[in-house]
């Protein structure tokens, strides 16, 4: 058996020291660092020395050791994660060297200083090492007779729109859960939507529930809209929309809109509406979940007229209406990098009462907005909104964040309106449509930085009516919203050029430079990654392969591309949450980039690259068509073979920024290894290491910041002020929603509810369940 271990010990010497000269002689021509060649050398050596039986083998091996440990500090410094993969692996090697077995092999038996205590050393080390991760992961407790008070006007324990507010703060003023008493937070109750996608892939479950007086109403992502009792979870009413999903890909519906219609009495009086996967817009009675009457046709509006012939799954809506005096306003989600000329992301506003169309903003036509002339569409192909938007009553304005035109990837067609007001938040008069402002938050965009966060107002002492739009990118601008100029500075900044034939760029991009930048660590070759020595060295081959030349570095034929932030974000459509109280605007963000690539037509049409169509729909990862331009495109996460991100951990962070300065008040690790790891299996073991991360937060009046969103199965409380980790629950998928809070009076308690749907593309599991928080009921 000994010799066995020893041969399976050297022949794996070996394999990774010849993979290692392969691998980094391959890096080492390509510019990069030639201290993998050299690992590789002696670990085949030393497997050689090992053969002979030498004892030099592990003098050798221990001096390279030495050697390796001082490099890796060189690279990286004490950073754990990044000197992971340079030191475990050899060291594991190293040790299986001081082992009786291989002592005795090379004539070594009965020298070793200290090595009847050092394997019981080692097994001391590995517990306590294991033990201070679980550790560090541990929430801690609270005194249960500590409570906080309850809201001071009744509206206060309602969570009455997306984010709570018009404005999408996530911001409430409830406070009877502290800092003090979080702890003793359990699960009050649990509800399941039910089935929702009939086997499809990519479902979802990702509504923020809203709660108006007794009732708490949401939907799922089949559409169903359901209204439950807010203090126990029995449902109360449910609404089969029986929604055709042929060719939708992923089942989503991330909210709904509740309306009371002034001086109204009796049925429909309460309205809630949603918008549906087969582009449709329905009225339901509030109190009953039937379809109101007088809305639209029999309660529901066909939002696909004016849009001509639109493909099964290319137009849809996930988010819920905005409202503003009196009208909803919509946009949709319109399939990406397929073709050009896809559905029209024409933004639309109708009579909430009536479901009549009042007015469009048509990007083709912006200065008309009325529904096309006899015969037309609304013009295709041009800049959609997919996110929620926001909107000020006072103002009379509706705020609009707005995607790109299609495809994505290559913008040599677009036009000057669609240069104009892609990628940008638009002010639209809530009357008339018209554009009353707009900033846009990258020019010509090339890398699907669509605006994918709903704009967050905010008023601040002063009278700053402020705006927040967060992006993709990772930069957070902030406006004022009555005109749209910023209030804290922006600065046009040279960004890399080099475009292939028939392309264009902008010389410039916005940056927002009095708020950090949450796109992450600017990658380097020194910042890829990997489990192993092997797969880090691959991962820094292509590293070196790619064009980077920072962010904004434009794609191209010749060489993949390193897109920093990736599609994933910096902010995705979570958002942020701000603490008006405290100023703070709090923020999860993801550092994970994309390894983008163009495909020239011809080799797009040899490889049979075609638009996808309601049989074959997937993820907008993968290769994307782009029809009718000259080059298709591959978009993927930048992974290493083992489908781990290439860069080192963290991949995400929470943050609090200051927002009468802009200054970063404190950044923590967001997510454990718990739920993820090699090959998307999980590692069960909870070391803090930041994980990717799609969903919102809600901040409290009592300072705490509730938030799910992980990749990991988690529900998490942090004190708003400092950032501290108070309280965690386990899900049963991820929590890639956006939570509620609210106070329920049956109870006389404060509850916190988030859907637990996980995400497909996040790898965060899947459940149907609504989960409710709350205090233990008081005796």
Same mark, same amino acid.
């Given at each position: 058996?000994?010799?066995?271990?020893?041969?399976?010990?050297?022949?794996?010497?070996?394999?990774?020291?010849?993979?290692?000269?392969?691998?980094?002689?391959?890096?080492?021509?390509?510019?990069?660092?030639?201290?993998?060649?050299?690992?590789?050398?002696?670990?085949?050596?030393?497997?050689?020395?090992?053969?002979?039986?030498?004892?030099?083998?592990?003098?050798?091996?221990?001096?390279?050791?030495?050697?390796?440990?001082?490099?890796?500090?060189?690279?990286?410094?004490?950073?754990?994660?990044?000197?992971?993969?340079?030191?475990?692996?050899?060291?594991?090697?190293?040790?299986?060297?001081?082992?009786?077995?291989?002592?005795?092999?090379?004539?070594?038996?009965?020298?070793?200083?200290?090595?009847?205590?050092?394997?019981?050393?080692?097994?001391?080390?590995?517990?306590?090492?294991?033990?201070?991760?679980?550790?560090?992961?541990?929430?801690?407790?609270?005194?249960?007779?500590?409570? !906080?008070?309850?809201? %001071?006007?009744?509206?206060?324990?309602?969570?009455?729109?997306?984010?709570?507010?018009?404005?999408? =703060?996530?911001?409430?003023?409830?406070?009877?859960?502290?800092?003090?008493?979080?702890?003793?937070?359990?699960?009050?109750?649990?509800?399941?939507?039910?089935?929702?996608?009939?086997?499809?892939?990519?479902?979802?479950?990702?509504?923020?529930?809203?709660?108006? =007086?007794?009732?708490?109403?949401?939907?799922?992502?089949?559409?169903?809209?359901?209204?439950? @009792?807010?203090?126990?979870?029995?449902?109360?009413?449910?609404?089969?929309?029986?929604?055709?999903?042929? !060719?939708?890909?992923?089942?989503?519906?991330?909210?709904?809109?509740?309306?009371?219609?002034?001086?109204?009495?009796?049925?429909?009086?309460?309205?809630?509406?949603?918008?549906?996967?087969?582009?449709?817009?329905?009225?339901?009675?509030?109190?009953?979940?039937?379809?109101?009457?007088?809305?639209?046709?029999?309660?529901?509006?066909?939002?696909?007229?004016?849009?001509?012939?639109?493909?099964?799954?290319?137009?849809?809506?996930?988010?819920?209406?905005?409202?503003?005096?009196?009208?909803?306003?919509?946009? !949709?989600?319109?399939?990406?990098?397929?073709?050009?000329? &896809?559905?029209?992301?024409?933004?639309?506003?109708?009579?909430?009462?009536?479901?009549?169309?009042?007015?469009?903003?048509?990007? *083709?036509?912006?200065?008309?907005?009325?529904?096309?002339?006899?015969?037309?569409?609304?013009?295709?192909?041009?800049?959609?909104?997919?996110?929620?938007? =926001?909107?000020?009553?006072?103002?009379?304005?509706?705020?609009?964040?707005?995607?790109?035109?299609?495809?994505?990837?290559?913008?040599?067609?677009?036009?000057?309106?669609?240069?104009?007001?892609?990628?940008?938040?638009?002010?639209?008069?809530?009357?008339?449509?018209?554009?009353?402002? =707009?900033?846009?938050?990258?020019?010509?965009?090339?890398? @699907?930085?669509?605006?994918?966060?709903?704009?967050?107002?905010?008023?601040?002492?002063?009278?700053?009516?402020?705006?927040?739009?967060?992006?993709?990118?990772?930069?957070?601008?902030?406006?004022?919203?009555?005109?749209?100029?910023?209030?804290?500075?922006?600065?046009?900044?040279?960004?890399?050029?080099?475009?292939?034939?028939? &392309?264009?760029?902008?010389?410039?991009?916005?940056?927002?430079?009095?708020?950090?930048?949450? *796109?992450?660590?600017?990658?380097?070759?020194?910042?890829?990654?990997?489990?192993?020595?092997? @797969?880090?060295?691959?991962?820094?081959?292509?590293?070196?392969?790619?064009?980077?030349?920072?962010?904004?570095?434009?794609? %191209?034929?010749?060489?993949?591309?390193?897109?920093?932030?990736?599609?994933?974000?910096?902010?995705?459509?979570?958002?942020?949450?701000?603490?008006?109280?405290?100023?703070?605007?709090?923020?999860?963000?993801?550092?994970?980039?994309?390894?983008?690539?163009?495909?020239?037509?011809?080799?797009?049409?040899?490889?049979?690259?075609?638009?996808?169509?309601?049989?074959?729909?997937?993820?907008?990862?993968?290769?994307?068509?782009?029809?009718?331009?000259?080059?298709?495109?591959?978009?993927?996460?930048?992974?290493?073979?083992?489908?781990?991100?290439?860069?080192?951990?963290?991949?995400?962070?929470?943050?609090?920024?200051?927002?009468?300065?802009?200054?970063?008040?404190?950044?923590?690790?967001?997510?454990?290894?718990?739920?993820?790891?090699?090959?998307?299996?999980?590692?069960?073991?909870?070391?803090?290491? !930041?994980?990717?991360?799609?969903?919102?937060?809600?901040?409290?009046?009592?300072?705490?910041?509730?938030?799910?969103?992980?990749?990991?199965?988690?529900?998490?409380?942090?004190?708003?002020?400092?950032?501290?980790?108070?309280?965690?629950?386990?899900?049963?998928?991820?929590?890639?929603?956006?939570?509620?809070?609210?106070?329920?009076?049956?109870?006389?308690?404060?509850?916190?509810?988030?859907?637990?749907?996980?995400?497909?593309?996040?790898?965060?599991?899947?459940?149907?369940?609504?989960?409710?928080?709350?205090?233990?009921?008081?005796?």
């Amino acid at each position: 058996m000994q010799r066995f271990l020893n041969v399976l010990f050297l022949l794996l010497m070996c394999l990774v020291g010849l993979s290692l000269l392969w691998l980094g002689g391959r890096l080492a021509l390509l510019g990069g660092s030639i201290w993998y060649v050299f690992s590789g050398l002696v670990m085949v050596v030393t497997a050689y020395l090992g053969c002979r039986r030498s004892a030099l083998s592990v003098t050798v091996y221990w001096a390279f050791l030495a050697a390796n440990l001082c490099w890796a500090l060189w690279e990286v410094g004490l950073d754990g994660w990044a000197l992971a993969p340079r030191l475990a692996m050899p060291v594991a090697m190293g040790l299986y060297m001081l082992t009786p077995f291989y002592r005795r092999h090379v004539g070594l038996a009965g020298r070793f200083v200290g090595a009847r205590i050092m394997w019981p050393g080692l097994l001391l080390l590995l517990v306590g090492a294991v033990g201070t991760a679980f550790w560090i992961d541990r929430s801690p407790t609270a005194d249960s007779d500590i409570w !906080g008070a309850g809201p %001071s006007q009744t509206t206060d324990g309602d969570w009455i729109a997306y984010g709570n507010d018009r404005g999408g =703060s996530r911001f409430s003023p409830l406070a009877q859960i502290t800092p003090a008493n979080v702890g003793n937070l359990e699960k009050a109750w649990t509800f399941h939507t039910g089935k929702l996608s009939d086997g499809k892939q990519g479902s979802a479950f990702q509504a923020n529930p809203l709660k108006v =007086s007794n009732r708490l109403f949401l939907c799922a992502g089949n559409n169903d809209v359901i209204a439950l @009792d807010p203090e126990t979870g029995r449902q109360l009413w449910r609404h089969h929309l029986k929604t055709d999903l042929a !060719g939708v890909y992923g089942l989503v519906c991330r909210g709904v809109t509740y309306y009371r219609v002034p001086q109204a009495t009796g049925v429909c009086a309460e309205r809630i509406y949603t918008a549906t996967l087969d582009a449709r817009l329905i009225a339901l009675d509030a109190a009953t979940g039937s379809l109101c009457p007088g809305f639209g046709r029999g309660g529901q509006v066909d939002l696909k007229v004016g849009l001509g012939n639109v493909d099964k799954g290319y137009y849809f809506v996930t988010s819920p209406p905005a409202l503003v005096r009196g009208r909803l306003v919509l946009g !949709g989600w319109v399939m990406d990098g397929q073709k050009i000329k &896809e559905p029209s992301g024409v933004v639309r506003a109708f009579d909430a009462v009536t479901g009549d169309f009042s007015w469009a903003f048509d990007i *083709g036509r912006p200065d008309e907005h009325g529904l096309p002339p006899s015969g037309a569409i609304f013009t295709p192909g041009t800049p959609n909104s997919w996110a929620p938007m =926001s909107s000020d009553e006072a103002l009379g304005l509706v705020y609009v964040p707005t995607g790109n035109a299609t495809p994505d990837y290559f913008g040599g067609h677009r036009t000057a309106n669609d240069d104009r007001y892609s990628s940008a938040v638009l002010a639209l008069d809530a009357e008339s449509g018209a554009v009353r402002w =707009s900033f846009q938050t990258t020019h010509h965009d090339l890398w @699907d930085y669509d605006v994918p966060a709903q704009p967050t107002l905010v008023d601040l002492p002063g009278g700053v009516r402020g705006l927040l739009q967060p992006t993709k990118r990772g930069e957070i601008f902030f406006l004022d919203r009555a005109t749209g100029k910023p209030i804290l500075p922006v600065e046009e900044r040279p960004v890399p050029q080099g475009a292939v034939p028939g &392309e264009r760029l902008s010389k410039t991009q916005p940056y927002s430079v009095a708020i950090p930048s949450f *796109g992450g660590p600017r990658p380097t070759e020194r910042g890829m990654w990997g489990l192993t020595p092997i @797969d880090q060295a691959m991962c820094r081959i292509r590293f070196r392969q790619a064009r980077f030349d920072g962010d904004m570095t434009p794609l %191209s034929t010749d060489h993949p591309t390193v897109t920093w932030p990736g599609y994933l974000g910096g902010i995705d459509w979570g958002g942020v949450s701000v603490d008006p109280r405290r100023g703070l605007m709090i923020v999860n963000n993801n550092q994970v980039a994309n390894y983008n690539r163009l495909i020239p037509r011809a080799d797009a049409d040899r490889q049979g690259i075609k638009p996808m169509n309601a049989e074959h729909m997937s993820d907008v990862g993968g290769p994307v068509a782009q029809m009718g331009v000259p080059y298709a495109a591959h978009i993927a996460p930048f992974l290493s073979p083992l489908a781990i991100p290439c860069q080192q951990p963290p991949y995400g962070r929470i943050n609090a920024v200051d927002l009468k300065t802009g200054k970063l008040v404190w950044s923590r690790i967001f997510g454990t290894s718990r739920d993820s790891g090699p090959l998307a299996l999980p590692t069960f073991v909870p070391i803090p290491m !930041g994980v990717p991360n799609i969903g919102g937060s809600v901040a409290t009046a009592s300072g705490l910041t509730f938030i799910g969103a992980t990749q990991e199965h988690m529900f998490r409380a942090y004190e708003t002020a400092t950032g501290r980790l108070l309280w965690k629950a386990r899900l049963p998928a991820g929590g890639n929603a956006s939570p509620s809070t609210y106070w329920s009076d049956a109870s006389g308690r404060q509850f916190v509810v988030i859907a637990a749907g996980g995400h497909g593309a996040m790898l965060s599991g899947a459940s149907d369940e609504l989960v409710a928080y709350a205090l233990p009921k008081r005796e």
